[in-house]
């Protein structure tokens, strides 16, 4: 008789804490959520509200290429038009750290960035992402939903109708926390990516969001 995995888990838990290295969490087996439950500097909060209130569309996307982990990203070009607002260098560097924290945790030569303001919910059925694994932080606005494992039938998943209506089964992060998912292209969590959504932001309300993306 073959030996089980003893890191083999039926199910997924979720991690949340109060430091950057909670984060690291996300690497352990059981794993599919780490949360840095973060207070947004206020200067940095302060630009984000302040380029939300310009109401401009805005969205830009890059693919970062390092030459290893440890390399700093060169973001000094990322929303240049906003230049001119006051937190304009805290916010990209604040950017910079998340971006160069991801590559050194995971071990990333190849980062996909998308930074974008959103009037309405991009993805907004609960569903997994068939990526490895996901930053997602909101720094302006409503946060994204996620269900604790078990919450739905992931056979389900797509039908509105099978999913949770009590607001107390849903979480949600706040302004300014920072959030790892992994997605169903992680070795060993094929079956349990995080189930999650964009949320609807009420008439008139906004949110600025920055994602990364494990590309190699």
Same mark, same amino acid.
């Given at each position: 008789?073959?030996?089980?995995?003893?890191?083999?888990?039926?199910?997924?838990?979720?991690?949340?804490?109060?430091?950057?290295?909670?984060?690291?969490?996300?690497?352990? @087996?059981?794993?599919? +959520? %780490?949360?840095?439950? /973060?207070? !947004?500097?206020? *200067?940095? $909060?302060?630009? &984000? #509200? =302040?380029?939300?209130?310009?109401?401009?569309?805005?969205?830009?996307?890059?693919?970062?290429?390092?030459?290893?982990?440890?390399?700093?990203? @060169?973001?000094?070009? +990322? %929303?240049?038009?906003? /230049?001119? !607002?006051?937190? *304009?260098? $805290?916010?990209? &560097? #604040? =950017?910079?750290?998340?971006?160069?924290?991801?590559?050194?945790?995971?071990?990333?030569?190849?980062?996909?960035?998308?930074?974008?303001?959103? @009037?309405?919910?991009?993805?907004?059925?609960?569903?997994?992402?068939?990526?490895?694994?996901?930053?997602?932080?909101?720094?302006?606005?409503?946060?994204?939903?996620?269900?604790?494992?078990?919450?739905?039938?992931?056979?389900?998943?797509?039908?509105?109708?099978?999913?949770?209506?009590?607001?107390?089964?849903?979480?949600?992060?706040?302004?300014?926390?920072?959030?790892?998912?992994?997605?169903?292209?992680?070795?060993?969590?094929?079956?349990?990516?995080?189930?999650?959504?964009?949320?609807?932001?009420?008439?008139?309300?906004?949110?600025?969001?920055?994602?990364?993306?494990?590309?190699?």
């Amino acid at each position: 008789m073959l030996a089980l995995n003893p890191s083999y888990r039926a199910t997924r838990v979720q991690h949340q804490g109060a430091t950057p290295q909670d984060l690291a969490r996300i690497l352990e @087996d059981d794993a599919n +959520l %780490a949360v840095w439950q /973060r207070q !947004l500097p206020l *200067h940095i $909060a302060d630009f &984000a #509200d =302040l380029l939300l209130s310009l109401e401009v569309p805005y969205a830009e996307a890059l693919c970062l290429e390092l030459p290893d982990e440890e390399a700093e990203p @060169d973001l000094s070009g +990322l %929303a240049g038009e906003f /230049r001119d !607002l006051a937190g *304009h260098e $805290a916010f990209v &560097a #604040d =950017l910079k750290w998340l971006t160069g924290a991801f590559a050194c945790l995971l071990g990333a030569t190849r980062i996909g960035l998308r930074l974008r303001v959103l @009037d309405k919910a991009m993805c907004p059925r609960f569903h997994v992402d068939h990526v490895p694994v996901r930053l997602i932080t909101t720094y302006a606005g409503i946060g994204s939903e996620w269900l604790s494992e078990g919450s739905m039938d992931r056979r389900l998943l797509g039908n509105p109708d099978a999913e949770p209506a009590e607001p107390s089964r849903i979480q949600r992060l706040n302004a300014g926390e920072v959030a790892l998912l992994k997605g169903e292209k992680w070795h060993g969590n094929e079956g349990f990516g995080l189930i999650h959504r964009s949320p609807q932001p009420a008439p008139g309300q906004r949110r600025l969001m920055l994602t990364l993306d494990w590309l190699g």
